[in-house]
């Protein structure tokens, strides 16, 4: 069945680091790839998302490629800021649409 | 836009005992679907509704279940709530669309704890 692995973690860096979540995913067809982020305390927000192979999602510096051929979804960040601290989902949703699967989530710690 | 709203918020029940959360979807937004978070399994789906129908399910015991309402608010009841059930449970709206081009968007979720 569908399922997405991704990196365990916390992952501790330093203001302005550069950032690398993995996500890894199985799935029959062509999924829809997306990264949602969860602050303390809160539901989940949309962080970007990737409909078909070689495309490119990307919001507030944020980046991830859907490379079919290594069933990927990196999540990058050139930058990081104290605010990015969250915990990082990997998602992909099927044939049935509205079903999501998630990774295991990811902390993300940025110290000043 | 009002977002996803999730009510209560916090909830804390005993064991045996039965819960109903509450979602109201995006305006326009015709699917709701719910999820389970803990700290060991992570997020699971639960169920999806559609027009009123549940038109996907996971991998849940009966005790779990859920409706939707024409106005497309959505509801799910915990019956004979167990110690494993306190969670964060999530309720997200989307679209129908086709093609993959669809997203969800999430409430602020009810945190239940079962005493």
């Known amino acids: 069945g569908d399922s997405v692995t991704q990196m365990e973690g916390p992952v501790t860096l330093s203001e302005e680091a550069f950032l690398t979540i993995n996500c890894t995913y199985t799935?029959?067809?062509?999924?829809?790839l997306f990264w949602y982020v969860q602050y303390p305390g809160e539901g989940l927000q949309l962080l970007l998302k990737?409909?078909?192979?070689?495309d490119k999602g990307s919001n507030k510096g944020f980046e991830a490629t859907y490379r079919k051929e290594t069933t990927s979804f990196h999540l990058e960040k050139g930058s990081v800021q104290v605010s990015d601290s969250a915990v990082y989902f990997c998602?992909?949703?099927?044939?049935?649409?509205?079903?999501?699967?998630f990774g295991s989530g990811t902390k993300l710690n940025v110290k000043p | 836009k009002a977002g996803v709203t999730q009510t209560p918020r916090y909830l804390i029940k005993t064991r045996g005992q039965q819960v109903t959360l509450s979602c109201s979807p995006i305006?326009?937004?015709?699917?709701v679907s719910w999820y389970q978070q803990t700290p060991g399994q992570g997020l699971q789906f639960l169920f999806e509704?559609?027009?009123?129908?549940?038109?996907n399910k996971g991998n849940f015991p009966g005790r779990f279940s859920g409706r939707q309402f024409s106005n497309s608010r959505s509801e799910m009841n915990v019956s004979t709530l167990e110690l494993g059930d306190s969670a964060l449970y999530l309720c997200?709206?989307?679209?129908?669309?086709?093609?993959?081009?669809?997203?969800?968007?999430f409430g602020q979720g009810t945190r239940l704890t079962v005493v």
């Open positions: 997200a709206s989307s679209w129908d669309a086709v093609g993959g081009e669809t997203e969800a968007f």
């Open positions: 799935a029959t067809g062509y999924p829809s």
């Open positions: 990737a409909t078909k192979a070689d």
């Open positions: 998602a992909l949703s099927g044939y049935n649409f509205n079903k999501f699967y």
């Open positions: 305006s326009g937004h015709r699917s």
């Open positions: 509704y559609f027009s009123e129908t549940q038109r």
